[in-house]
């Protein structure tokens, strides 16, 4: 039987692609049993009764909180969640059918921390979203190795075991929690992969302001 698996979506006014990103989750090639949370941080928009609508029929739990920001909200699904290995994925990323294959066979290496999918510019999107993802794109594809130094809570599966010896992401981050954490897990002795065939879509911030408000708190 293949290892079980959870997979935590952190979602704040996610109502653009959060259908799309729910319903890769769901098509999944895995044959392992796959746990899925939504954590809803939030949101004002209709992110929450889309959610619900796939609530109702699969394996989709849903934690209501305030806003309490990302990092929390990651925190609280990844202490909700069951299973030795539990994944990262944002809500504005969507999954290839074999990404959760293709990240877990990397974890029968005891070594392995985390392994992050390679993220890619989806087609037809605007030329601020081209901007961001063909930059991400030329970075990952100078790597020479499959092992980094980081990875990104964008879309990658960590080993439980190795987070209960360094702690979850410290909340005093709003943006570089998961640089933080690949730190911490390097430093424990762990590995970390970039997956390169494990694929997914990730979609920038569409307008002006939220695509420098990103690429500043990056900087």
């Not at 949370?37 to 949101?43: E, K």
């Not at 849903?62 to 539990?86: E, L, M």
């Not at 030329?127 to 991400?136: H, S």
């Not at 075991?161 to 002795?189: H, I, T």
């Amino acid at each position: 039987m293949k290892s079980p698996v959870s997979i935590v979506i952190p979602m704040y006014n996610a109502e653009r692609h959060i259908r799309k990103v729910l319903e890769a989750v769901l098509n999944q090639d895995y044959t392992g049993p796959v746990e899925i949370i939504v954590v809803n941080d939030g949101s004002t928009d209709n992110s929450l009764e889309i959610v619900k609508e796939f609530k109702q029929t699969d394996n989709v739990k849903v934690i209501d909180q305030p806003n309490q920001g990302a990092v929390k909200a990651t925190n609280n699904g990844f202490k909700a969640a069951s299973h030795d290995i539990t994944c990262s994925v944002d809500s504005d990323v969507v999954l290839d059918t074999g990404w959760a294959r293709k990240i877990i066979e990397e974890f029968d290496d005891p070594a392995i921390g985390a392994v992050q999918g390679y993220i890619k510019t989806p087609e037809g999107v605007s030329f601020l979203e081209r901007m961001a993802g063909y930059d991400l794109e030329y970075r990952y594809d100078k790597l020479k190795s499959k092992y980094v130094t980081q990875v990104s809570t964008a879309n990658t599966a960590y080993r439980r075991s190795a987070l209960e010896k360094v702690g979850l992401f410290d909340p005093q981050f709003k943006y570089g929690y998961d640089n933080d954490m690949s730190y911490r897990l390097q430093k424990a002795g762990y590995k970390l992969v970039n997956k390169r065939d494990a694929i997914c879509d990730h979609y920038w911030k569409a307008d002006l302001i939220g695509y420098i408000k990103q690429q500043y708190r990056s900087a």
